[in-house]
């Protein structure tokens, strides 16, 4: 299968983001069901799995320039085309639907007693679940040539 370097992109924010945040939830969930709650240790936590991931993806990001050709590199640096432009706009859509309706969710947990840390979890994991949507429907567009 001959990957486009968008689509190399894509597949290295795809799986940073979908290990990275896919630990840290299985963290806090683990937490949830063992003590009930999140202490402040998770926020120290969350911020070191930020840095991780977005350190990750810059490594391999760079490793993806180094073994790419010259001309490779120069082409898909140059100015993006309208499909690529209309497939990121259709995944963005879809995306703000799961994140607005992460948002309302959140709002809604306020009247079930959620704590702050709760609920700034709640919205990071529909944040997470559109981003990393965005990312594969963008995967799912390029490869079917849309």
């Known amino acids: 299968m001959n990957l486009s370097l968008k689509e190399k992109s894509l597949w290295i924010s795809l799986g940073a983001t979908m290990l990275f945040f896919g630990y840290y939830f299985f963290k806090v969930s683990r937490s949830l069901l063992k003590e009930g709650r ?10 070191t799995v930020v840095i991780f991931a977005v350190a990750t993806k810059i490594v391999l990001h760079w490793l993806l320039a180094i073994t790419l050709g010259k001309e490779e590199l120069n082409a898909a640096m140059g100015p993006e085309d309208e499909r690529a432009k209309i497939i990121e706009l259709k995944a963005s859509q879809i995306s703000y639907l799961i994140l607005a309706t992460g948002v309302w969710i ?30 594969a429907i963008q995967l799912v567009y390029h490869r079917k040539g849309f």
């Open 38 to 47: 999140l202490d402040d240790s998770f926020i120290g936590f969350f911020i």
């Open 106 to 135: 959140t709002g809604g947990s306020m009247f079930f007693s959620a704590t702050p840390m709760i609920m700034a979890n709640i919205i990071m994991a529909f944040f997470i679940v559109a981003e990393a949507t965005s990312f």
